[in-house]
């Protein structure tokens, strides 16, 4: 197998995991979205210094803390992406995976936005139009709800921020993590810790399974990183940008085939415009790759020691 092929087969192994999550979720009953999340944070910062042990690599830390810059963007980082478990946990315990869903398929636009607000990026006009339908489904979505779809504004609104941050920092998949789950380590014990004392904590109280199930949301937390890292060295940009869309896709499928959850003709109307938005996005920056492939490949042949 070709080192790309084996990116990609991280990769689909990455975003199947991520997609697959919410039918976890389910399993740690009756513990609540708090309790989940400070696990979720104390076991990842275990399962990834068993990772950074085995590869021993520690160079990063040296580097992370004589820049104090980097180090407040670490906090801040970790502070989204508390943010974005928080919110995703929160609409899956209360049925509402599809707007999770939603949440991560508006993300490439929220990327995109940034790009002109932070990076001072020109669009393209696909670009723009990709943006013009993304906003048109959030109308929709929101004269079907009655309100704005809040949870996949959140999602999509925070995790574009945090690729940003992590776009900043520059760390490894392990290393950010682990960089991430120390700056909320103690915070996230401490709401264990005082759980535990009040009597609301499950974690013991329940069962030996369910107590392995909880240490394994932070090994589900630490996995599809890893794969995910292992990917984006070996595939093109635009290879990753495609095989992003596996995990909404399996999240809206759960959400509407495995839970349940409704799909009001509206709904249907505003996930059918942010799914055409993101075809006119795809579609474009693939043409736009390959032109700057072909290009490339022209200027090597005319001048084959740059190339």
Known sequence: MSDSRRGIVYGIAAYVLWGLFPLYLPLLRPSGSVEILAQRMVWSLATVLVILVVRRNWRWVRALVDSPRRMLLVVIAALLIT??????????????TVDASLGYFISPLVNVAFAVLVFRERLRPAQWAAVGLG???????????????????????????????????????????SAETVALFLPALGVLIAMQAMGTGTFG??????????????????????????????????TL?????????????????????????????????????????????????????ALRAEAAALDPAAG
Not at 83 to 96: K, L, M, Q, S, Y
Not at 140 to 169: E, N, Q, R
Not at 261 to 287: K, N, Q
Request: hydrophobic letters at 60%; charged letters at 10%; a positive charge.
């Open 241 to 293: 940008a495609m095989l992003q869309y596996i995990a909404p896709i399996m999240q809206f499928l759960v959400g509407w085939l495995v839970f349940g959850e409704h799909m009001s003709t509206g709904r249907w109307i505003g996930f059918v415009i942010v799914w055409v938005a993101l075809v006119v996005l795809s579609a474009d920056l693939l043409r736009h790759a390959h032109r700057g492939r």
């Open 135 to 177: 906003t048109a489904a959030v109308l929709v979505l929101t004269v079907d709800y009655g309100s704005l779809p809040w949870i996949g504004l959140i999602l999509a609104a925070v995790f574009g921020t945090y690729a940003l941050m992590k776009k900043l920092i520059k760390l490894d998949g392990p290393e950010a993590l």
């Open 205 to 238: 109280h329940i069962s030996g399974v369910h107590s392995l199930l909880m240490v394994g949301v932070g090994i589900l937390t630490a996995l599809p990183l890893l794969f995910f890292g292992a990917c984006a060295i070996r595939v093109r940009m635009t």
């Open 83 to 96: 943010a974005n478990w928080g919110t995703f946990i929160f609409a899956v315990n209360t049925g509402h």
